[in-house]
């Protein structure tokens, strides 16, 4: 039962009764042989709806799950390095997150210390600020460099739409190229 004293009336077939008394709607319900549900409770006064509950909670419920189907969820994707990492070996693992940025997810970039490694920790940050700079063009930094027990760490986060431009502004540029040669 709605306990609000005036509640604004919408038909089964979606046309508007106009405000009326809670115990006026409930009654014209109940002559119709439907329910009477509340669709918006915050609005002055409610809005009310002669419906079906039970087709109303389905039709509810198909709309979240559209909405859940439709939504893109953003992975966090860690990539494990140690400090004295090769040059060539840090070029892959940049490579990785770049592929990993442009589908969208974020990236965790961290370094963990084992033994006398621990002792040079500050040492490595430069290593995460030029693994940051090298993918500047596609992200920026959500997290800065920070160190967590035996591990440095930072998130790195996509930037929104640039990725996908830079490749496209390239391409005309090395067809004029072919162009002069052929003159």
């Keep these: 039962m709605i306990r609000d004293p005036e509640v604004r009336v919408i038909g089964p077939d979606g046309e508007q009764l106009g405000v009326m008394s809670s115990k006026e709607a409930y009654f014209k319900a109940q002559d119709l042989e439907l329910d009477l549900v509340k669709i918006s409770p915050n609005a002055n006064p409610p809005v009310c709806k002669i419906t ?64 006398r490694e621990l002792g040079r920790m500050k040492t490595s940050q430069p290593m995460l600020d030029s693994f940051a700079e090298k993918l500047s063009d596609i992200s920026s930094i959500d997290k800065q460099p920070l160190i967590e027990g035996r591990n440095m760490s930072m998130i790195l986060t996509p930037k929104t739409g640039q990725a996908k431009k830079k490749p496209q502004q390239e391409q005309p540029k090395e067809q004029d190229q072919s162009n002069e040669g052929e003159n």
């Design 52 to 115: 079906d509950y039970n087709n109303f909670l389905y039709e509810q419920k198909r709309k979240e799950k559209l909405q859940r189907k439709n939504q893109k969820q953003v992975e966090l994707k860690e990539l494990r390095m140690s400090p004295n990492i090769d040059t060539n070996d840090l070029n892959i693992k940049i490579n990785a997150a770049r592929k990993f940025l442009e589908k969208g997810n974020k990236v965790k970039v961290t370094i963990r210390f084992y033994g």
